[in-house]
């Protein structure tokens, strides 16, 4: 009976010491071809409990764990082929164990290594520099680490493909693109040649902006208020000076002037009024009953003195008014016969309304 018991507890611990088997399939996540040839190692975590294997693969794609209890376990698998200077594959893997013995497939990704160093502007070395790289083929995959002593840093497993290694110290930045191709070991120089804006330089900087945009305001305003104020002076200075215009106007029609609009469409470009199509002037009585018994062409004659303040030289009276040479000359001598018009007592060619008529 002793005996019995004694080979049903050596069975236990003999099943016991088996533990939990897990068989995995490798595979290229790129290809999705077995990977037949190459050294694996394989980093078991559960827990604070931690194992490692490492099989050699020799045309076979499947390796085979012997776990030490179940439940979840987390999984390291890296893979290192001969012909290349670093590892060429690389995936982390989480799976339940429950039964004693297990198969999965495993993907693995491509992977390569970096080795760099960190430089400033100078060309200076600078360690405990924060370095990021991130990689297209998986973003998921984000390695973060710090410069050495000596300026430099290392990283293994790193997704083939683009890539881009970033790189900060203080208010400096650096970005250094690259790509990478299976098992390979590139070699980089990330340079901090572009600076870093924080948050309290730029709220400094936008207090300032908007310093000088207020001041700017209120120098718009304070032009915007003298404009206003002037044009207003200008406008009352202009009214008062009509009232007291009309107020003369009113007096000298009260003494028997007559005020009548006088065309200036046929005064010359130098008259000092040219811009204006009317312009007001106080006629006297006499000169407009005058003016009524007159031919158009004599009146277009006298209606120009008028408009040059009763006088001008013969000359430009014919030549603005275009009228021939012999026709001009019988309507001054009919306007002086007539006693109209009078010469000039200091120049002959020159004459003026008559002050008999005014």
């Not at 077995?34 to 794609?61: C, H, M, R, W």
């Not at 004659?301 to 009276?317: D, G, H, T, W």
Request: hydrophobic share 40%.
């Amino acid at each position: 009976m002793k005996k019995v018991v004694f080979l049903i507890i050596l069975a236990l611990m003999a099943y016991n010491a088996y533990g939990y088997s897990i068989r995995f399939e490798l595979r290229d996540y790129s290809t999705s071809e077995p990977i037949l040839e190459g050294s694996v190692d394989i980093v078991a975590y559960q827990d604070d409990k931690k194992e490692t294997f490492s099989f050699l693969l020799n045309n076979s794609s499947q390796v085979e764990l012997n776990l030490s209890k179940a439940g979840a376990w987390n999984f390291e698998i890296m893979i290192d082929q001969v012909g290349t200077p670093g590892n060429d594959y690389f995936v982390r893997h989480y799976s339940e164990i429950e039964e004693r013995i297990t198969s999965q497939r495993i993907f693995l990704f491509r992977v390569g290594s970096v080795r760099g160093r960190v430089e400033d502007i100078n060309k200076n070395l600078v360690s405990d520099a924060l370095v990021r790289i991130e990689c297209e083929e998986n973003r998921f995959i984000k390695i973060s680490l710090n410069t050495d002593f000596f300026g430099t840093f290392e990283a293994e497993n790193i997704p083939a493909g683009s890539c881009v290694a970033y790189a900060s110290f203080q208010d400096a930045i650096g970005i250094e693109e690259f790509s990478l191709t299976k098992g390979e070991i590139k070699s980089i120089v990330v340079k901090l040649d572009r600076k870093v804006m924080s948050t309290k330089i730029m709220i400094r900087r936008f207090a300032i902006w908007g310093l000088i945009s207020l001041g700017g305001l209120s120098v718009l305003l304070f032009v915007m208020i003298r404009a206003k104020k002037s044009h207003a002076g200008k406008k009352a200075s202009k009214e008062s000076h009509e009232k007291g215009q009309k107020k003369t106007e009113n007096n000298n029609l009260d003494r028997g002037h007559t005020l009548i609009e006088i065309d200036h469409s046929f005064d010359d470009e130098t008259h000092p009024d040219n811009n204006k199509n009317e312009e007001k002037k106080i006629v006297p009585s006499k000169l407009k009953q005058v003016m009524e018994t007159l031919k158009e062409n004599e009146k277009q004659v006298v209606q120009y003195f008028i408009s040059n303040n009763m006088e001008a030289k013969l000359s430009k009276v014919r030549f603005t008014l275009k009228i021939p040479k012999t026709t001009f000359f019988r309507i001054i001598k009919s306007l002086k016969d007539k006693k109209i018009l009078i010469e000039d007592s200091e120049n002959p060619r020159k004459a003026r309304i008559s002050r008999d008529l005014l």
